[in-house]
């Protein structure tokens, strides 16, 4: 009896141990290249697009429509930007894996534009079906178009009818803000929603780019007390940033005006990225504010938002802060248990397919494998999981050695 009592309590230690193990050999991660010379491609983000399109076939975005308001939308949208954004690396459009891509693109751009993806929204507001709705919907549309230079008219004519409204809303009116539900105004929405007008003047001439500075012109005169953009707009004030909130826009700000991003990452950087046991990570709330996890947030553990560093990773890539990107990537690779078996990719054991679809949307946006300016960030944290495997070996140790007579 006391042996099978030491055994269950030495698989109890030795599970931290190995796992500490794991996050430790990650935290030098760096993706497999494939080749087909002349063409390179990252190879993780492959096997993990298919791990998707796999989830996907087997119904995970209406999963989590169960689960989340825009469950469907999100999980789509956030698919076909990834799926896109490979293809966009793939110059050979009649490659094997360009093709992939782009039959994968054409579906989710079908799929954000279904009924069942536009069935949550209220469809009479001031952009139709609300700025959430339109701006990821409209986005996925615009990235489809960019990748065929030979798109279909009435794609074109509805993408362009889309700017032409969202132009027309984002200029009129009191706020900046613009809802996505009756009276319910997430900042972030729209800010998605005005990346469709800077990304429809890359494609086309340019049409936008006044309709853009005024926006940007009326969003500087709507900042909460730090001078970043708010979580929440209210008829008559605003919340204050959040760290999930402000990486989205700031995946999205660098195409609208990279001067102003440039402008708001480093009050963000400075509010809300931190450090725990030597690791970067975002904040949920700025820094001196701990208040608990929600919707939005996803979870929050010691201050640190896990929708704000996940994102925040393709921030800090945008913004060349590649040193940073690294660690916060490295770091989801570790804790997420990014696992490949040589045909797909996965993380958390492939449990929440949204994690996964914004992971795979993220790394999209790969900071450089070796950073030429590299931080020894992981010191620190080798050292403390040196001290705990330590203990933890010590403790078995001490479990099974001899008893003296």
């Given at each position: ?237 605003h919340a204050r940033s959040r760290g999930s909130s402000m990486s989205l826009m700031l995946c999205f700000l660098p195409e609208i005006d990279a001067n102003f991003s440039k402008e708001l990452f480093s009050k963000y950087k400075e509010y809300f990225l931190t450090y725990r046991f030597g690791l ?126």
């Amino acid at each position: 009896m006391k042996k099978i009592l030491r055994a269950i309590i030495t698989t109890f230690l030795v599970i931290p141990l190995l796992y500490l193990f794991f996050i430790n050999i990650k935290m030098y991660h760096s993706p497999t290249i494939g080749r087909d010379y002349p063409l390179e491609w990252d190879n993780d983000q492959l096997l993990h697009l298919r791990h998707l399109k796999a989830e996907i076939n087997q119904g995970a975005a209406e999963e989590m429509q169960d689960m989340y308001p825009e469950g469907y939308l999100f999980m789509t949208a956030l698919y076909g930007l990834a799926w896109a954004e490979f293809a966009e690396n793939i110059p050979n459009h009649h490659h094997e894996l360009f093709l992939e891509a782009y039959k994968e693109v054409e579906w989710a751009t079908k799929a954000t534009r279904s009924r069942m993806a536009q069935g949550f929204f209220p469809r009479d507001q001031r952009i139709e079906y609300g700025a959430y709705y339109s701006g990821w919907s409209n986005y996925m549309l615009g990235k489809k178009i960019n990748l065929n230079p030979n798109s279909l008219e009435n794609d074109i004519q509805a993408f362009q009818n889309k700017c032409n409204e969202i132009a027309s809303v984002i200029t009129s009116g009191d706020s900046p803000y613009v809802e996505s539900y009756y009276n319910q105004v997430w900042p972030a929405d729209i800010t998605v929603a005005v990346a469709c007008l800077a990304l429809h003047d890359r494609i086309f001439p340019d049409r936008y780019q006044d309709d853009i500075q005024i926006w940007l012109d009326r969003v500087r005169e709507n900042l909460d007390e730090q001078g970043m953009i708010p979580h929440v707009s209210y008829e008559h004030g605003h919340a204050r940033s959040r760290g999930s909130s402000m990486s989205l826009m700031l995946c999205f700000l660098p195409e609208i005006d990279a001067n102003f991003s440039k402008e708001l990452f480093s009050k963000y950087k400075e509010y809300f990225l931190t450090y725990r046991f030597g690791l970067p990570g975002i904040r949920e709330y700025q820094k001196g504010i701990n208040e608990g996890s929600d919707v939005d947030s996803g979870p929050v553990i010691l201050s640190v938002g896990g929708s704000a560093s996940i994102v925040g990773q393709r921030a800090f890539t945008l913004h060349q802060e590649k040193d940073i990107a690294l660690g916060i990537k490295n770091s989801i690779e570790g804790f997420g248990i990014g696992w490949s078996n040589g045909k797909k990719k996965q993380y958390l054991f492939g449990q929440l397919p949204i994690a996964d679809a914004f992971i795979a949307w993220v790394n999209g946006q790969n900071p450089e494998f070796i950073p030429k300016k590299e931080k020894q960030w992981r010191w620190k944290f080798h050292l403390l999981s040196l001290l705990i495997n330590s203990i933890l070996v010590g403790s078995i140790y001490w479990i099974w050695k001899p008893k003296r007579n």
